[in-house]
């Protein structure tokens, strides 16, 4: 069975960092590129970042560029959302996704259950 | 930047059939995905490249596409699939990320 299962998640100071990680497994991790979409309450689907499967290509959201690091290890299957600055408007469910293909730009297959990071004072 | 327009709300009776529409520019030459959310669930993708259907999805799901518009059709809404519909492209920029419409919210009763 494929699945890609977030963690890290939780509540957080304005200004302060959180490291989001994503196990995945049932597929060839390195073969797929994987993303990060976030989901704030009351608004809708953003994709926020994402990487190809060798890890030579990144996208970002510029909500989140020069903010957030986006990063995978293909010998442990994990993927990994370093988040600095961070700020009440990121509040969010975060999704890790599989990736349809292995390069970008690319669609998204299989979701985790989501992570919740709370920014608040 | 690219964007994607739906409609922020269809409403339908259960049996009645449902249409969601998603405009965009670059649909004629992008494909469009679609996915479902309902409340306190994950996404799950219910079409994919306009018109395919992943294993698992029932049959009433249909996806269709025509100049920039690509449209996902329920046919015989049933109760459960009220939920919050997004469609999702990339542009013909050769940007490496993709936009998501703004979501529909399907209400069935």
């Known amino acids: 069975e494929v699945r890609v299962v977030a963690s890290g998640g939780g509540l957080v100071q304005p200004g302060g960092s959180l490291r989001l990680s994503c196990s995945a497994s049932?597929?060839?991790?390195?073969?797929?590129?994987m993303h990060w979409v976030r989901r704030a309450p009351g608004k809708g689907l953003e994709c926020i970042s994402g990487i190809s499967n060798k890890g030579v290509e990144t996208y970002y959201a510029d909500s989140v560029k020069d903010r957030f690091t986006i990063s995978r290890d293909n010998s442990k299957n994990t993927l990994n959302l370093q988040m600095s600055s961070l700020r009440p408007d990121d509040t969010a469910v975060y999704y890790c996704?599989?990736?349809?293909?292995?390069?970008?730009?690319?669609?998204?297959?299989?979701w985790g259950q989501g992570t919740m990071v709370t920014v608040s004072s | 930047s690219y964007e994607l327009t739906q409609p922020s709300s269809v409403s339908v009776s259960p049996g009645q059939t449902a249409r969601i529409t998603c405009s965009g520019d670059?649909?004629?030459?992008?494909?469009a995905y679609w996915y479902q959310q309902k409340s306190g669930q994950a996404p799950v993708l219910v079409i994919y490249?306009?018109?395919n259907r992943p294993s698992g999805i029932p049959e009433r799901f249909s996806g269709s596409s025509s100049g920039t518009m690509a449209t996902l059709t329920i046919s015989g809404a049933h109760v459960e699939d009220e939920a919050d519909y997004y469609c999702?492209?990339?542009?013909?920029?050769?940007?490496?990320?993709?936009?998501f419409g703004g979501g529909t919210k399907l209400t069935v009763l």
């Open positions: 999702y492209s990339i542009d013909s920029n050769a940007n490496p990320r993709g936009v």
């Open positions: 670059a649909l004629p030459i992008k494909y």
């Open positions: 049932g597929f060839i991790f390195s073969n797929y590129a």
């Open positions: 490249e306009d018109t």
């Open positions: 996704v599989k990736g349809w293909g292995r390069l970008l730009p690319d669609s998204f297959d299989i």
